[in-house]
Structures are given as structure tokens and as C-alpha cells.
């Protein structure tokens, strides 16, 4: 199936615009007219203009064939409308519609009938009973929750099996400043899942890397094996350990699976799985900007030695190392710092000093090191050494995160300068660890994945 | 030991004030400066004023009994300067300086020979090897770290081995809109340590919950003891499962010791663990503000399904209890929304809405509930359901939480709002679940305290 003309259109169609507020078909409108394209609003009873565009009576009255339609209408309309769709040559539809597989049997008929529709006229259907998808570097904002108009172009493409997730991911990156490739709620996942999403967002130039949020899919080994086949680095967020298969079930129309089937799959496919929302997202992030690293050793740099104990603890329970320095590092260190407080791994400055980004980049050229991870406390006098880390990690072919807290409002634009510079930031120390972690598991799947696959 | 002069001081001396920029001299007295009381800079070789306040050449020549004390002197000069404080009636003082016991053995000789001092002038020892604390409701920065002013009053107060984790979490705090009742950098704890601060804080108006950083002890019975003691809520965070024995050793002078003896033994004597210093304030904030749960019976009301998943999936993983609702609360909520999307437990609504704090009511009201947990994404033209939210915990003497997402900065208001009438409120469906399964597993634990306690 083709996803090019769904999720990379010249021109949008809302289906059941609406002038009324707080109608879906009107939030949905206020998104869409963002769109850098061409949006019609569609409503045989709809009069004059909303937003701006006059209203059109159907998509067959559209003088072009329109590449996306997202679907404002209740859910026994839409196998007509799907149809409509079908006859003026649209190329995919977005369904936000709940009443579908995820309730019961007549809706579970009511999904099998739009199957065929769009089938039958070669349409890719996001959802339906989803929220819908966002492309900020586009302005196409096919989603009709409020707020969306304020996410950022980012690397990271998000792939969640619910839509409220999606979007919880996507604010949350927001509120972090950290930017979208493409924001996506599957939903029921009609005839575009996983399986299709997957394989189209490995090919997009816009992501660096796919996070999943997977609640549960009848084939897993499908999905499985087309996050194998990408390029682009996967990590997946699976939920549903503990019996919530009723809920799950009335939800997207899935069962929720054996939780510990889906993880060992996982990290057989080379794909790295966390246990929460913030989590995914921090390791997209990371993944997304950095070098893929080449082993597990970390070197942590850390100017308090509470967090660097903290990050030290968490790295090795995630399966990531801490190597000896080489002398080598250790005499460098030492001459950056006589008296330093601990120059072993972690090296700790004992506070932040102007000499911080210097200790920092000669634990990054240390060859035991494939990845650093950085904590300090902000200090507004001196603030980040910048200088040393902007593009450090291209220059070692190593990534190179930085965590820290401090004065949110103080720090916010030298924070900034950082993320604008490449290195991903965490404001804590286990959420610096556990990108970091993942980082250290990535590179071993890498490697287990290369020999098996060496071995076929 | 009194606490009461280092930790509620009416006069401060700073000890090795500076004019010098970026000396922590001159940082620790322009926080100190700040206090609401007196505050004299000490310096033999200080001329003139300092932040407007005239240099005094030794505590000994301040015409008052200072309360508390801040060493901004390096480590052998600690002594001496300890010896006039003694000689001055001053009743304690903050030891910034490191080289102490975590610094050897001629370190160790050195923190034996300043307790020794204090001992014998009855004199309380925050530190060595700390930067500090603060208490924002006095205005009293007895720490040398930049931006501490920001600090807001709040219930918790934060108990950390570490100065630097103590810094991480109060600015974590403040990120989040949440106060501190008084922050405290533990280090080296010459002769106040946990069992000293714990009774302590216990009895102090402003503390609400003791949230604990531990990395290691030599006296694990006495800590738990005074956990036990405490009738303010305590909860703890143990770092240092694997080994990084050798540099927390040399951080403050302490082993990690056993992570699982510790943490049996802090559930044995009713103190919840969590694994993160953002669950670990999330955890003491929920307490702090919440009535004490009855029970690990967990009502959930949810606007999106995925979300909810997670919530209902993680609080079950951890302990509590998601019991079916009530025939009446049943039947309440299906008359505030016919053909709700789920009424089971999770509360399921589908989306935002106006009757949405109704519903959060009557799940409240249900017997069957001892805590109520509230996910929404955030919609800028509903907000929050403040009236049905605000008095609703102590209208049915349960903590209601509430977790969301949204464009932060159209929220930040409504979210103000809500933490304001005293809702705990986080910005993760799991952050949410995990401070509701601490409350849950606090339940459990304080009930089978008492009934130790009764046996004995």
C-alpha cells in the first residue's frame, strides 16, 4: 500500500467541516487550514466560507483528486463517504470516528465493510477511532486536538496504537523543546498498522528514528520483522503487563498479548524496549542525534558526585559498562585538574568549573568510551560548556548527552543552545542514564542482529 | 541534639565571606544575605561591607550568640574557626568544605578531631562536604549554589546524602510549580545524620512528607528506627544496587551498602521505596498534600484509553487494586454520559468534555475507592474541572490526583490552579500511576505498622 498520498499530501479535504465550535468537524477544520497546501472543507449542507474556504457539497465535486480526507463524521456515515472518497480518487482517509472493532460485533462488521471499501479503491485508512496524525514541518495538522499547531519539526516519528498516547508523547515534547518528525495515533488500524507505518517511515528523510507505542497486534511477527527490515533506528514501548485485556480490548480492538513474548521478540529483532512514555521518547532523541554507537562502555563526566553515583548505579543494572579510563585520559584529566576528586569512571569535578568542557571532551576521545554521558548542576555564571560539546560527538563518532538541572527559566536558553548544537538534554539523572542505557542495549542488538543475520 | 538553631536560626554568620566573585564566600553570603534575620559577614582580612553588611573579624567579636554558622573556609582552617564558634555559644554551622571523611584517612582524622569541638560546645554539624540547605518560606539560603532564591515554600522537605541530589530535587520542584518545605544536603554528617534530621523535621509545622536520598549508612537499625518514629510520612531512595562501592565511598564517606536488606527493611518499618528523584518527589508531594489513603483501592477516570491502559496496567504491576465500581456509581455515571465508551474501572470517557469532573465525583464518592487518579489531556477551550476537583480529597478524605498533558504554556495556569486548591498533579500518565501505587502500597505498609506496633 502506498502511504505517500496519506501522510505526504499536496491537498486536504474535512470531511464534515462545521462552523459550530467545539464540533469535531470544527476543531478538525481550525487544524487543517494551517496546511502550507490546498484544504477544502466538505459538508452537503454546509453555506458561504469556514476559515476562510468555501464549502464544497462532496469530495466527487472537488475538481482535482484530492490526496487526503480526514473523516469529521459519525461512524455509520463513513462506508458512504469512504466510497465517495473512492469514486473521486482520493488517496487516503483519516477516521476519527470511535464505534468500530473496538466495540462489538456490529462495530467489528461496520470496520470489515470500510476494509473493503477502501481496498477496493486502493485507500490507505488512518484509524479508524484515532485522533489522527501531525507533520509540523509541514503545518499538516490532521488531528483534531487543540494545541497541536505548537509542535515543532523534529527527527523523531511517533507510531502509537493510541492517539491520546500520541499526543501525550508529542506535548510532552513540546514542553521539553524538543521537536516531531511525524506524530501518528493508529488506532483500530483498519488497513494501514504497524506493518505498513513502519516501512514508509523508515523511508522518509524527515525521521531519524521510530518510537512505538504497541498496546497489541495479531500478527507479531509481522511487526517484528518489519522493524528488523529498517534502517532507522526502532524502539518500542509495550504495554499491558498486568491483566488489562477488557480495557485494552474496548479500546483499539486489540488484545493486549503476552507482554514477555513480545519483549524477548523484540530484543531478537534488534529492537530496544522501555517502560515508559518518557522514556521513548528520550531514547528517540537520543537515537535520533547521535552517532549509532559502537559498544557499551560509558564514560560518565559528571561536577556532583550524588547524580554521578545515581547514573553510575542505573547504567550498570542496564546492562551498559563503565571501563577504566586509559592512562592516557587519566593523565589529561589530572592535568586539566590537579586534585581532582575522583578521576577514575565516572570523573567527578566535584563542582562545575570552567575547566568542565575540557575533562569532558578527553573522556570522549578515550578509546575505552563509546558513549559519554554528562551530568551538572547549572550555574548560571559559568554556564554549559557549549564550546567543547557542540559537535563533539561528529567530531569522536560517538553520542554525547548532557544531563542537568538547575533554574528552569535561567537556564532555558543556554539549555536551548545545547539542543540547537545536537546534544540531546535530560533534566535528571536517571533519565540521562536511561537514554544512555538504551544507547549501550542498541549497540549489542545492532551487533546480535548483524551476526544473525550474517548466519542466514 | 537541638536542631532548632541550625535549622531555624534567628541570627547567620557567614564565615569566610568574600568580595570576590565566583569564591563560595562571596556566593554563600549573597543567598545568605537574603534571610529574613541578621546576617554578619566573618572575615579577619575583610574590609568595609559586603552585600551592605559591615566585616566582623571573628564570630567571637559578634555582640550576640549567633544561631547558625556558614564555614565558607577551606578544610584545615575548619577547627579553629569551629573552636570560636564553640567559644561564641553559636549553635550550629553548615560545613561547605570537602577533604573531610570521605578524603582518607588524614580526612577522617580531621572530621574525628571538628566533632570532637562541636561535641564538646553542644554544637550542631551540618556537613562537611554539603552546600547546604535552604528553607524558602524564612528565605534562608544557607546554601552557596546559584538560583536557590527561586525556591518556593512548599510541604516537602528533602533529606539527601548528597548536596548535589538535594539541589537536583528542589530544582526539579521548581520546574514543576511545586515548593519546598526545606531542602538539605546531608554530606558527610559529622554529627547530624538521618536519625538526627528525621525526628527533627518530624516535629516541624512547615514539613508535610520526608522524602530521603540514601546512599549508605553505618547504622541501618537507627535509620529505620526513626522512619518508624515518625509520624509525618517518609519515603525513601536508596541508591546503590550494583556496585559502586569504591566512588561513593569517596563521596561522603559512606558505603552503599546492601540494596535489599535496605529495602526490606525500610518496608518492614513502613516506609515506601521508590527508584528515581522524580518518583521520589512526585511520591512526597502526593503525600504531603493528600489525606492518608485507607486502602490500595485505586478508581480511575481517564478521557483517552491509551493512556489509561498504561495507568491501569502499572498501578496493577505495582500492588494496588483496581476494584470494580459500585451498581450505584455505575449507574450514576452512565446517567452523567449515556453510552459512555467504558464504564467499567478504568472510567473511560472517550474525550474531554464538559461533565467530565462529574464523573470524576461520583468515582470519588464510591466505597469501593480509597484513591482516585485522573488522566486527561489538557483542552484549552474545556480546562480543567476545578469546581468538581478542588475539596474534593477532603470532601471524601481520599487523595485525588491528577495527571495531563497539553501545550504547556496555554496550561500552565489551569495547572497552577489546580496544584493551588492542593491537587497533585503530574505531566505523565506514569508518573501519575506511580505516586498512586506509592499511596497504595503506603496504605498497605502503615497498616501492617500498627498492627507491629500493636503486637509489641
Known amino acids: 500500500m ?8 499536496e491537498s486536504v479535504a474535512v470531511v464534515g467541516a462545521s462552523k459550530t465550535e467545539g464540533k469535531i468537524g470544527y476543531e478538525a477544520m481550525a487544524n487543517a487550514v494551517e496546511f502550507d497546501g490546498r484544504v477544502y472543507p466538505v459538508n452537503p449542507s454546509g453555506e458561504g466560507t469556514v476559515f476562510g474556504e468555501e464549502f464544497v457539497g462532496s469530495v466527487t465535486e472537488i475538481d482535482e483528486a484530492v490526496d ?13 463517504v469512504l466510497a465517495e472518497c473512492g469514486e473521486a480518487d482520493v488517496g487516503g482517509a483519516v477516521i476519527y470516528a470511535g464505534g468500530f ?13 470500510i476494509v473493503d471499501i477502501a481496498d477496493e479503491h486502493d485507500l490507505a485508512l488512518l484509524g479508524p477511532n484515532t485522533s489522527g496524525f501531525v507533520a509540523p514541518a509541514r503545518n499538516l495538522l490532521a488531528s483534531f486536538a487543540g494545541g497541536v499547531e505548537r509542535f515543532e519539526p523534529g527527527e523523531v516519528t511517533i507510531l502509537a496504537q493510541s492517539g491520546g498516547v500520541a499526543h501525550q508523547l508529542a506535548f510532552h515534547a513540546l514542553r521539553e523543546g524538543r521537536g516531531v518528525a511525524t ?14 507505518a513502519i516501512p514508509y517511515f523508515d523511508s522518509d528523510p524527515d525521521t531519524g528514528a521510530i518510537v512505538l507505542h504497541v498496546e497489541g497486534t495479531d500478527d507479531g511477527r509481522a511487526l517484528l520483522e518489519v522493524c528488523r527490515d529498517a534502517d532507522t533506528p526502532v524502539i518500542a514501548y509495550k504495554v499491558g503487563q498486568s491483566d488489562v485485556g477488557a480495557f485494552a480490548e474496548s479500546h483499539t480492538g486489540a488484545l493486549t498479548g503476552d ?36 559498544g557499551p562502555n560509558v564514560g560518565v563526566v559528571t561536577a556532583q558526585a550524588g547524580p554521578g553515583i545515581i547514573i553510575a548505579d542505573r547504567l550498570q543494572r542496564q546492562g551498559a559498562r563503565l571501563p577504566e579510563l586509559s592512562e592516557e585520559t587519566q593523565d589529561r584529566v589530572g592535568e586539566i ?42 550555574e548560571e555564571a559559568l554556564g554549559f560548556p557549549l564550546d567543547e560539546v557542540a559537535g563533539l560527538a561528529d567530531r569522536v563518532d560517538k553520542p554525547v548527552l548532557f544531563a542537568t538541572e538547575g533554574p528552569a527559566e535561567s537556564m532555558a536558553d543556554d ?42
Open 2 to 9: 502506498n502511504l505517500q498520498r496519506l501522510f505526504r499530501p
Open 68 to 80: 487526503l480526507a480526514l473523516l469529521a463524521v459519525p461512524a455509520p456515515v463513513v462506508p458512504d
Open 101 to 113: 472493532a473496538e466495540a462489538g460485533e456490529e462495530g467489528e462488521q461496520l470496520q470489515r465493510e
Open 183 to 196: 506524530m501518528v495515533g493508529l488506532g483500530n488500524r483498519a488497513n494501514v498498522g504497524f506493518e505498513e
Open 259 to 294: 507482554h514477555e513474548l513480545y519483549t524477548a521478540g523484540f530484543a531478537q529483532y534488534g529492537v530496544p524496549t522501555v517502560e515508559s512514555t518518557t522514556e521513548l521518547f528520550d531514547a528517540g532523541q537520543a537515537l535520533a542525534s547521535s552517532p549509532t554507537p559502537d
Open 337 to 378: 585538574l590537579p586534585g581532582i576528586t575522583y578521576a577514575d569512571n565516572p570523573v567527578d569535578t566535584g563542582r562545575p568549573m570552567p575547566e568542565f568542557g575540557e575533562v569532558v571532551a578527553a573522556v570522549a576521545e578515550d578509546d575505552n568510551v563509546d558513549i559519554v554521558l554528562v551530568y551538572e548542576l547549572y
Open 415 to 456: 539549555l536551548a543552545d545545547l539542543r540547537a548544537a545536537g546534544v540531546p538534554t535530560f533534566t535528571s539523572p536517571e533519565r540521562g542514564a536511561d537514554a544512555t542505557a538504551l544507547l549501550a542495549r542498541y549497540a549489542g542488538l545492532a551487533d546480535e542482529d548483524r551476526e544473525v543475520s550474517a548466519d542466514v
